[in-house]
């Protein structure tokens, strides 16, 4: 039965949002809502004008009888600047400092809103690579993760420090942590990742990069490739850094463990 326009370009508009980075043809629209491909196409110039000016990503076209659209997915430098500055605010609470300098992240990593959030902005970062998977290490980088594959439409990896019998056959590897300078392990299932993948790291809080390091070092295991390193939040670490090359979200620049005061700035993200 034929939809009306303003049922056909809800219905359009949450069909594109729900499928980032996937290819659908005007066929496919024309055929789900019984209407001629010119009234398609038409609607899909609101839908994009109306993306773009609301700043929910963009709708790009692929022509050629195999061509279509595909929604990517991306937010504004001025509302991700407004997100990081508000995070600022929230990590500088005095009650979230650690024994050994960590914040506790856990409840704000467990708002619906905020994911949301991070997700996008890392997607964003890397719009323009392709990306085949998101790794992270459990538990803490897990709901990062899943925010930033739901955004960029690709799997997500999670690499554990001990062994699941679910998890199958596993690579492993000896790291040494950064901030401890322990030499610790972590595996991956061998299902997980496949030979070739070109890999984004994400984590929640960063201090020497031992652990971001040692998932480097998986990624070479499994011969695939490093695409970049995002964390939500890293700490000012006095010694030698593992990691170099990377991105982060927020910085814990300032922490007196004896009168128990965080200051907290925006990371490299926008830099």
Do not use: W
């Not at 504004?76 to 500055?85: L, S, T």
């Not at 322990?182 to 990742?193: A, D, I, N, W």
């Not at 490093?226 to 620049?253: H, P």
Request: glycine fraction near 8%.
């Amino acid at each position: 039965m034929k939809v009306k326009r303003s049922e056909r370009l809800i219905d359009m508009t949450r069909y594109l949002l729900e499928r980032p980075h996937t290819l659908v043809s005007l066929t496919y629209f024309a055929n789900r809502y019984d209407s001629a491909k010119s009234s398609i196409s038409e609607d899909l110039t609101i839908v994009k004008k109306t993306f773009r000016e609301r700043g929910t990503g963009t709708l790009e076209t692929v022509p050629g009888a195999a061509g279509g659209v595909k929604f990517i997915p991306a937010i504004q430098e001025a509302e991700a600047a407004e997100f990081v500055k508000e995070m600022c605010l929230r990590l500088s609470e005095q009650d979230r400092l650690l024994p050994g300098g960590y914040v506790y992240l856990s409840d704000l990593l467990g708002e619906p809103d905020i994911l949301r959030q991070v997700g996008k902005i890392i997607a964003t970062q890397y719009l323009n690579q392709p990306i085949d998977a998101v790794m992270t290490v459990a538990t803490k980088g897990v709901p990062i993760a899943q925010a930033v594959s739901s955004y960029l439409n690709v799997p997500f990896v999670i690499v554990r420090r001990d062994s699941k019998i679910t998890e199958g056959s596993t690579v492993s590897i000896n790291y040494v942590s950064g901030s401890s300078e322990r030499v610790e392990k972590m595996e991956l299932s061998k299902r997980s990742l496949k030979r070739g993948s070109r890999v984004l790291i994400v984590d929640d809080f960063m201090k020497g990069g031992g652990t971001v390091n040692g998932m480097k070092s998986l990624i070479e295991e499994f011969e695939a490739e490093l695409v970049g390193i995002t964390v939500f939040a890293e700490s000012t670490f006095s010694g030698n850094r593992m990691i170099e090359d990377y991105s982060s979200l927020l910085c814990v620049d300032e922490v007196d463990i004896r009168d128990k005061t965080i200051h907290v700035s925006p990371g490299n993200y926008f830099k």
